[in-house]
C-alpha cells in the first residue's frame, strides 16, 4: 500500500564505519526529534563496535526504537545503506532518513526533512548541501560535474543535489528498485540511487541543508578508486537513460518540468 498520512512512520538510518567518536552526538540528536533510528555497522574496527555496544546499551535501558544491524565486514556505503532501507521496511516503517555518521549533516533539520516527507509522502527529499568554507575546493568542483550528468541522465533538473548524503527515502518504492536491481555498493550509491527512483517515476523534492567537512573528520571516499567507480556508474546510467528517453521527456512535458539545458 502507498504512504499516506494516516500511515507515516518514518525512522533515521545511519550507515556506519569507524566514526566511534561522532556517533553518539549524532544519534541522541536523531533520538531528541523523536526519530527510531536504524544503524547499520558496516564491519567497523573493535573501538567502534565497543562504542555500538555501549551506546545502544544505554538507549535500549529506556526505549527499544534504535535498532543496530551488524555486516560481518567492511562491504560500502551502498550495501550498509541498501541493507538498512530493507530491514527498517520490514520493521513497519514507510520512510527513512538517510544521514552520515561522521558529523557531516546538520541533525537540526532533521524535523524540516519529516514534514516535508509529511507533506509529500510519496516523494524522495534530497537534500542539496549547503557548504562553508570546510568544504575542499576540488570536491566542490567534482560535485557540479555530477550535477550535469545527473540532469542529462534524467533529462530534467529535478534533482538539485544528487550526492547529498542526507536525504529522506520511501521505503516501499525504493525497496522495490532494490528488487529490480541492486543499487551501488559504495560511494555511487546516493547519485544511483537518486537517479534510477526519478526513472522509477518517485517525485523529488530538494530541501537546502548545511553541510560542512569537520576538523580532523574521517572520510572513506578514495580518490582514485570512487572517481573510477563514478565514472563508470555515469556511463551505465548514461546508456540507462537512452531507451528511457521518450518516457522521461513526456513525463517532463506533462509535469510541465523546465528543460535540461547544459
Avoid at 500500500?1 to 566511534?20: D, G, Q, S, V
Wanted: proline share 7%; net charge positive.
Amino acid at each position: 500500500m502507498p504512504a499516506t498520512l494516516e500511515r507515516f512512520a518514518p525512522c533515521a538510518l545511519i550507515p556506519i564505519y569507524n566514526h566511534k567518536d561522532t556517533i553518539a552526538r549524532t544519534v541522541y540528536a536523531l533520538r531528541a526529534h523523536g526519530l527510531p533510528v536504524v544503524i547499520v555497522d558496516d564491519g567497523s574496527n573493535t573501538a567502534t563496535r565497543e562504542v555500538l555496544d555501549v551506546l545502544v546499551g544505554e538507549i535500549d535501558s529506556t526505549t527499544p526504537d534504535v535498532r543496530l544491524i551488524r555486516l560481518p565486514q567492511n562491504q560500502g556505503k551502498g550495501r550498509a545503506l541498501a541493507a538498512g532501507l530493507l530491514v527498517a521496511r520490514d520493521a513497519g516503517y514507510t520512510h527513512a532518513l538517510q544521514i552520515d555518521a561522521d558529523g557531516q549533516h546538520d541533525t537540526a533539520d532533521a524535523p524540516r526533512f519529516i514534514v516535508e516527507a509529511r507533506a509529500n509522502p510519496q516523494a524522495m527529499i534530497c537534500g542539496r548541501a549547503v557548504y562553508d568554507d570546510s568544504v575542499p575546493r576540488a570536491r566542490l568542483y567534482g560535485r557540479y560535474l555530477t550535477h550535469v550528468c545527473v540532469w542529462i541522465e534524467t533529462l530534467s533538473l529535478a534533482i538539485d543535489d544528487s550526492m547529498c548524503g542526507y536525504r529522506l527515502y520511501p521505503l516501499e518504492a525504493t525497496c522495490a528498485e532494490i528488487a529490480h536491481a541492486p543499487f551501488p555498493a559504495r560511494m555511487d550509491f546516493d547519485t544511483e540511487a537518486a537517479v534510477r527512483l526519478l526513472w522509477r517515476g518517485v517525485p523529488v523534492r530538494n530541501l537546502p541543508t548545511r553541510v560542512i567537512y569537520p576538523e580532523n573528520g574521517l572520510s572513506h571516499f578514495r580518490m582514485l578508486h570512487d572517481n573510477l567507480r563514478i565514472t563508470a556508474m555515469h556511463t551505465r546510467l548514461l546508456l540507462g537513460m537512452l531507451p528511457r528517453a521518450p518516457g522521461l521527456l513526456w513525463r517532463r512535458l506533462r509535469r510541465k518540468e523546465p528543460a535540461c539545458t547544459v
